[in-house]
């Protein structure tokens, strides 16, 4: 017999949207680039061993939707010559042939054979016009040159023009290689290193004479939170500050972009965004020296509300390239 009374509707459990998530540093390492390479020099297990594969299995498990590839440690400083621009060459090559091999899945920061400044320009046209690369990849120091150096503005004009990004990336210089012999290069001096060069862009005037040029640093910028009173100071003359974009340090660090690759933790990106906003800061994974599940548990973990990690892990990202909004 009917009590009379009407069974609520049974309704499913509607799970919530995976975030969309975008990471601007996931290296790659062709083949023809890994051979010549270990032909001259020491190549990490990761990057000696990385595969295609690899990578698409490290972004899956991480939802991770789009990675811009880049060629990381050694560089290109083994090679010399047209071999130099010969390697730059096969890896911006291999990389679109990923892109297309994945639909969506991928972009690209070229390769280019610096210190050769003529060679760097060819290549930039080349990548960014055929190959429709998203950008280019610097590495913070070329011997002893670093980023603001007056000898790469010829290349800095033609980037400025197109208003590129320029992702960058340390490296251990010639000054300061195997300083500590116990400690890696990768756990002290690469932070260093990109300091160096934000210091050089800035100082040098020469991020405030192409301020067209979008730059994102490595790291959360490396050491670079933890130098702010240094910087303030070294801007206080009427001098230095003229030289800043911005006239004084915080525009002018405002004015680049970060990624989160290996400071995916409470303290570096707390000390980041006392530096500079949220909309400055990009998701970066550093694979394969890193695996992309890591860095989003880090990244989870650092206690950011959920509009600050939508713009960090996406909204950032598509803001600095309009191409990967869907």
């Known amino acids: 017999m009917s009590s009379g009374l009407i069974a609520a509707p049974a309704f499913a459990q509607v799970a919530a949207p995976r975030p969309r998530r975008i990471d601007v540093h996931h290296h790659l390492t062709p083949p023809i680039y890994k051979d010549a390479a270990l032909r001259r020099v020491e190549m990490s297990p990761p990057a000696r061993d990385w595969t295609p594969e ?10 991770i939707d789009v990675a811009m ?37 991928f972009g690209s920061f070229a390769a280019v054979p610096l210190p050769d400044v003529d060679g760097a320009l ?63 290069d990768t756990v002290v001096e690469f932070g260093t290193d990109t300091s160096r060069t934000i210091a050089s862009l800035m100082f040098s ?10 730059f994102i640093f490595s790291h959360a910028g490396g050491t670079l939170p933890f130098l702010i009173e240094r ?19 915080r525009p002018a660090l405002g004015h680049f972009l970060y990624d989160t690759a290996q400071a995916a933790n409470p303290v570096a990106l707390g000390a980041l965004r006392q530096v500079v906003p949220t909309s400055q800061i990009v998701l970066g994974t550093d694979f394969p020296y890193r695996t992309s599940p890591e860095q989003i548990q880090g990244l989870a973990g650092c206690g950011l509300d959920a509009a600050t990690m939508r713009a960090i892990e996406c909204g950032n990202a598509e803001a600095l390239i309009p191409r990967l909004k869907v």
């Open 69 to 105: 590839l880049s060629v990381s440690t050694p560089g290109l400083g083994f090679a010399e010559g047209e071999e130099r621009r010969r390697l730059a060459r096969v890896c911006n090559e291999y990389a679109a042939e990923m892109a297309q091999r994945h639909p969506g899945r």
């Open 122 to 184: 060819a290549e930039a046209v080349y990548a960014l016009d055929t190959l429709k690369a998203d950008g280019l990849l610097l590495f913070t120091s070329y011997g002893n040159t670093w980023l603001g150096d007056e000898k790469l503005h010829p290349l800095y004009e033609e980037l400025n023009r197109r208003k590129a990004i320029v992702a960058t990336h340390p490296l251990s210089p010639q000054c300061c290689t195997n300083v500590v012999p116990q400690i890696a």
């Open 231 to 249: 910087l303030d100071f070294q801007a206080r003359p009427p001098a230095q500050s003229a030289k800043l974009f911005g006239g004084a340090v």
């Open 54 to 63: 690899k990578t698409v299995a490290d972004m899956d498990a991480a939802g």
């Open 205 to 214: 005037g020469t991020a405030a004479k192409y301020p067209e040029i979008r």
